[in-house]
């Protein structure tokens, strides 16, 4: 018998779209060990959040930090892993106290693991991990960890990882809040939107083999600039695309220059900015260039504007809804992927974990 091949794009397909179910699966088991209860009343953390992280890990602090900031009211903000270990006077919280919020798919990120035994073990502040792995350094180094063990993937690209830790710490922020009405908006979500995946995973993989792009922009704002971050690194990785982000409105100042029809313009519209959006999206498409819509409702005047439109339809409120509507972005670069030929479940010059020395990592 010959050896049996893996099709293309296997695993990185079957963990996008068990998302729903996967968060579903995270929600019930953090229940179940009242892991978010627990770690609402153990210590009593000061009023700033930061939110470290690298690659994708660093776009759900972005998007992380905007939902707590929201939810609970506090003040929150994101920061490179790298530019703390390079850069700490530019963006420490000024001497003032702060709870710091490592997170890391593994729990062996290079960059990661430095910053908390520099928090930890020089500094003796409390660190709050984030992982879809136990019983690895992180872990070890933290006082506390949030394990969302059912996100963890075969694939080297962070898909259900990503979505998964953000819910994990939206979850938490309801939580610390208490925001039972945002806590139960976040465990609609799985069920909402799995009525949804089919179509939205069918209409993708049909717009990208009728139409061939040179490069894609993705923008959004507020928590949705996050995922606009993540969705461009996620083309990159799975597909080699030269694909960038940026904040909504700020891509008139300049960065429009590049718009053209072989230019995919995808915009995460927020339900709070959608009117100002909403203009950018229309100069776009007037300028000529080509434009996927990800919005929860849409309009006739949306769906002008749109060469594909997205609609989720999810009945709950804004912020439970940001992992929702990451997974165009996905899906978007493992259909590219596998038209251009690639692997998406193996990305050129990637690894799952990049070994920098015997007992450091990173995530990809």
Known sequence: MGVQTTIPGTHTREEILSQPRCWGECLRTLDEKDQLRRMGTLWAPPPDWVFIGCGSSYYVALAAAASWAAVTGLRARAVPA???????????????????????????????????????????????????????????????????????????VMTRSFTSMLLGLQALAAEWAHRQEFAAALRKLPAQFELRLESIAQSLAEFVQKRDFANYVFLGQGPYFGLAAEAQLKVKEMSCSYAQSFHTLEFRHGPKAIVSPETLVTFFLSETGLEAEREVLEEVKGLGGTTLVVTNRADAALRQAADLLLELNLEVEEYARLAAFIVAGQLLGLNTGLKKGYDPDRPRHLSRVVILNEHNSADV
């Open 82 to 156: 790298s530019e703390w270990l390079l850069f700490p006077n530019l963006v420490s919280a000024g001497g003032s106290p702060f709870q710091p919020v490592l997170i890391s798919r593994s729990g062996y990120t290079s960059e990661v693991l430095q910053v908390a035994r520099q928090l930890e073990l020089e500094q003796n502040r409390r660190t709050l991990a984030v992982s879809c792995a136990t019983h690895q350094p992180l872990e070890e180094i933290s006082a506390m960890t949030l394990t969302l063990l059912p996100a963890d993937e075969k694939s080297m």
